[in-house]
């Protein structure tokens, strides 16, 4: 689409989408309701819901935690907004039990459940008539795709349950009843009833202090902005406090809070640096939760309470991007968000880049060289997984109708996303691309964004108008067409002198002295790692082990890249660290890919991933346990799962 008309369209899309018929002022106070988009590729293949028609435009949740039958159960009170003459509504539900639809006042809705699709779930159809106001009464399944529900045993502290909820993609349909779509924003509010004495956190400040009732307490939150679905979030457990700064601060079970906050000491200076960066945090706290290990992600952006690993807690502060790229998505995701999951690189890839400029300020630009130059690799590594240079799935707007939307979670939409940044900031110098950068997040905040408003706006407030800049940009190449164009800003290939010439010594038969290893970082130490052969022999492996400590490294992401090279030389040692590694934690990041390869390895590696995977399966969160189970490594049933140890 070209610029003029698209500039028009949208135009005439906040005009549509507004009640009042007024297009919001780029600066004006958060609405409380959201425009929706209708461009071509503003249209969600993941959602039932038609919200041009009908829309929720919040939701008040009203649940119960029953740990023993692992459901959260009671209402969800949806506000909708419909065009004149609508009388019906689609949500998106996946195994809801749906006991009640009726009026606030208690009239019966009728309401239809249509077929059930395996990745999207089912519509949920309800003739609302004129109501504004529609309660929902229904409880999740047990097997909810967004919750996992963990026994004492998964807990650090062994004592109590622990729920945590998983939502994006689209896990919330599993346990709450809305339009579950990105680009239809919800404020939300939730009173949640939990047994004593656990404490229940979500993605939303806490409103009042939590009501005792009898054998359990009531905590209310309210998040008065609105977000995408995907962004409400919840955590149950025996979960303590601890202020970081004036804005920031950690929840973690008791036993982990002291080591929790020491790796987190650095929040507050990381807020401070990104808003320099890119504008006023809008989403008044700060806070973050440290999750048992079998949290599937290094994190996720829950607006106000980011969810974290407890695999990036290394002793020394040394993973701690991970919370510059958690804090970024306060921007890019959370306040501009990708309408639908093709423009994930929207919210990734933007993430990545602003994640690497937070990095910058705080730790120096050394460290931020040495991750983007770790970032090109990880995107190279990308483009050769997902079919070359040719590929489909190595274009930023990516077609991912049929499938699911974790189809695309991939390096490109990360690597190739923040490389595309990088990219267009080195043409235009860091000033001017700031400038345009901080203007973006005003002009878009709280709204859905596309790759084509990317494009119009970066034309509108960057380009202006100049030809040679544009054709310098190839932003047309980068967006729609595989591979990586030829205008690449390189990554500094000094970045790692002192490392390459190491990985070069290697290959000429010479191993790195302890104190050079124990001397280098652990973005030095994964550089040497994923830079040497990928098939050493064992011996060399064997003298690297015994040299560094490297198969039960205590720097999780340092013990994964040596355990891939264990898995690609068949090197027997290491496979009782390997069984470890894969029981104490369920990272995704790090489970799938050594799993995986062993699965694919038949004679040597197929037998050694089924046994640990019967093992690790019930430990894992679903949405990991989703993609493994398709390696047919015999999965055991769910009732096998939850009597395994
Ligand atoms: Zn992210």
Redesign the pocket.
């Known amino acids: 689409m070209h610029f003029r008309t698209l500039i028009a369209t949208v135009a005439s899309l906040l005009l549509a989408a507004c009640q009042s018929g007024e297009v919001p002022a780029p600066n004006a106070p958060t609405p409380a309701v959201a425009p929706i988009l209708t461009g071509a590729d503003a249209a969600d293949v993941h959602s039932y819901a038609k919200p041009l028609e009908a829309r929720v435009t919040n939701v008040a949740l009203d649940l119960a935690v029953d740990f023993n039958a692992k459901r959260v159960g009671g209402t969800a009170t949806l506000d909708i907004q419909a065009k004149p003459g609508v009388k019906q509504i689609v949500l998106d539900d996946k195994g809801l039990e749906i006991t009640a639809i009726t009026t606030v006042e208690g009239k019966p809705l009728p309401h239809t459940v249509g077929a059930v699709d395996p990745i999207l779930g089912a519509p949920l159809t309800i003739q609302m008539g004129d109501a504004k106001k529609i309660v929902v009464t229904y409880k999740s399944a047990p097997d909810s795709g967004a919750l996992q529900w963990l026994t004492p045993q998964q807990t650090a502290g062994k004592k109590y349950p622990y729920l945590f909820s998983q939502g994006q993609a689209i896990e919330n349909r599993s346990w709450i009843p809305t339009q579950d779509s990105p680009g239809i924003r919800q404020t939300w509010e939730a009173k949640i009833t939990v047994p004593q004495p656990l404490t229940a956190v979500m993605s939303a400040p806490r409103v009042g202090e939590p009501q005792a009732t009898g054998r359990s307490r009531q905590f209310a939150f309210r998040m008065d902005k609105p977000v995408a679905p995907y962004l409400i979030a919840i955590a149950v457990g025996d979960l303590a406090f601890r202020e970081l700064g004036p804005r920031t601060g950690v929840w973690t079970e008791p036993a982990m809070l002291d080591k929790a906050a020491a790796e987190l000491d650095d929040t507050e200076k990381m807020v401070a640096a990104a808003e320099k960066l890119y504008g006023p945090y809008q989403w008044g706290r700060y806070d973050m939760l440290v999750l048992p290990p079998s949290f599937p992600f290094g994190g996720m952006?829950n607006p106000t309470l980011t969810f974290l690993t407890p695999t990036f807690l290394a002793g020394d502060k040394s993973l701690t991007s991970l919370i510059a790229?958690e804090l970024a998505?306060s921007w890019s995701g959370n306040l501009a968000t990708n309408a639908t999951w093709a423009d994930f690189w929207l919210?990734?890839g933007m993430?990545t880049y602003a994640e690497r400029r937070i990095v910058e300020e705080v730790y120096g630009p050394k460290v931020a060289a040495q991750q983007v130059a770790l970032g090109q690799d990880a995107m190279n590594k990308a483009i050769a997984d997902n079919g070359g240079a040719a590929g489909d799935d190595t274009r930023l707007h990516i077609d991912l109708k049929g499938r699911h939307p974790d189809d695309g979670l991939t390096d490109i939409a990360y690597e190739k996303g923040a490389a595309f940044l990088r990219t267009i900031e080195a043409a235009v110098g860091r000033e001017r691309f700031d400038e345009w950068l901080k203007g973006w997040f005003s002009r878009h905040k709280f709204a859905p964004v596309t790759t084509s408003i990317f494009l119009a706006d970066i034309r509108e407030h960057l380009i202006k108008g100049d030809a040679a800049l544009e054709k310098k940009l190839a932003l047309e190449e980068w967006v729609n067409e595989p591979g990586i164009p030829t205008n690449l800003a390189p990554a500094d290939r000094q970045a790692f002198a002192e490392v390459d010439a190491a990985v070069a010594a290697f290959k000429a038969g010479t191993q790195p002295a302890p104190e050079v290893w124990k001397r280098w970082t652990t973005d030095e130490k994964l550089r040497f790692l994923t830079r040497i052969d990928k098939q050493q022999p064992k011996e060399r492996l064997a003298a690297l082990d015994r040299a560094y400590g490297l198969a039960n490294a205590g720097n999780s992401e340092v013990r994964f890249a040596f355990l891939t090279l264990a898995v690609a030389a068949r090197y027997d040692p290491a496979v009782p660290a390997l069984e470890d590694f894969l029981l104490v934690q369920g990272r995704r990041k790090f489970v799938r890919p050594l799993i995986t390869a062993l699965a694919a390895d038949k004679q040597w590696g197929r037998p050694i991933a089924a046994r640990i995977y019967a093992k690790a399966r019930p430990l894992y969160h679903p949405v990991t346990v989703r993609d493994l189970d398709k390696l047919g490594l015999g999965a055991p049933t769910t009732d096998q799962a939850l009597t395994a140890k």
Do not use: D, K, P, R
Request: glycine share 0%; proline share 0%; hydrophobic share 0%.
């Open positions: 952006e790229h998505h919210n990734e993430t």
